[in-house]
């Protein structure tokens, strides 16, 4: 099985994942640099997947692409979904995250009317419980975590210009989610990755 990824792609999602469940997975970096290469657009990539966009995903000769498709196949397959109500669930949660929190959250327009919503409910959902589904971890929290925990890794500026205070319990569960070892390996280590690179980019006093 072969993981296509980058640092700064929904790759760390599923390497994330492939962390948790103990899955044996090749990861192979693409590179996306507008300046360089552009592997992400090459013609042997687009093969695995046509769009040119990462993740993608090779198990044999099956191919898959978008981290929510990828997330729910890895978790079907290693055995994290055993009933219809399982899997249902776990596609639930990865559609909202993928969907509502992710415009809720990424896309400016929304932001100011859906993201007070969207965190209140879903702090008070915390409020009752240590996870998404209920007090176990499952792939539905990787799928969601992940989304509030790039808030810190792409969106520095939402921070500095929204109040999340008001949401006490989602922020015990960012952190929750950060301290996991899996999650601190990759997901929550682009945090600090983007934070080396802007100091990097900073113009110099």
């Known amino acids: 099985m072969k993981l296509y990824s980058n640092p700064a792609s929904r790759g760390r999602i599923i390497e994330w994942y492939l962390h948790e469940i103990g899955a044996a997975s090749d990861v192979e970096v693409i590179n996306m640099d507008m300046r360089e290469k552009r592997e992400h657009k090459s013609e042997s990539f687009k093969k695995v997947n046509p769009f040119g966009k990462l993740p993608a995903l090779e198990d044999g000769d099956f191919k898959l692409f978008e981290s929510g498709a990828i997330l729910l196949y890895l978790a079907d397959k290693y055995g994290k979904l055993a009933t219809v109500h399982e899997r249902a669930a776990a596609a639930?949660?990865?559609l909202f995250a993928n969907s509502?929190?992710?415009?809720?959250v990424f896309v400016e327009q929304f932001r100011e009317r859906s993201m007070p919503?969207?965190?209140t409910t879903l702090d008070a959902l915390l409020a009752k419980q240590q996870f998404i589904e209920g007090d176990a971890f499952s792939v539905s929290d990787v799928?969601?975590?992940a989304y509030l925990l790039y808030i810190p890794a792409f969106l520095p500026q939402v921070l500095a210009r929204v109040d999340l205070s008001p949401y006490p319990n989602v922020l015990a569960y960012m952190k929750?989610?950060?301290?996991r070892p899996a999650c601190a390996a990759t997901v929550a280590a682009r945090a600090a990755e983007r934070k080396a690179e802007e100091?990097?980019?900073a113009p110099k006093a």
């Open 92 to 94: 639930q949660w990865t």
């Open 117 to 119: 919503d969207v965190f």
């Open 199 to 201: 100091a990097k980019a």
């Open 143 to 145: 799928a969601v975590g």
């Open 176 to 179: 929750r989610m950060a301290e």
């Open 100 to 104: 509502t929190m992710a415009n809720s």
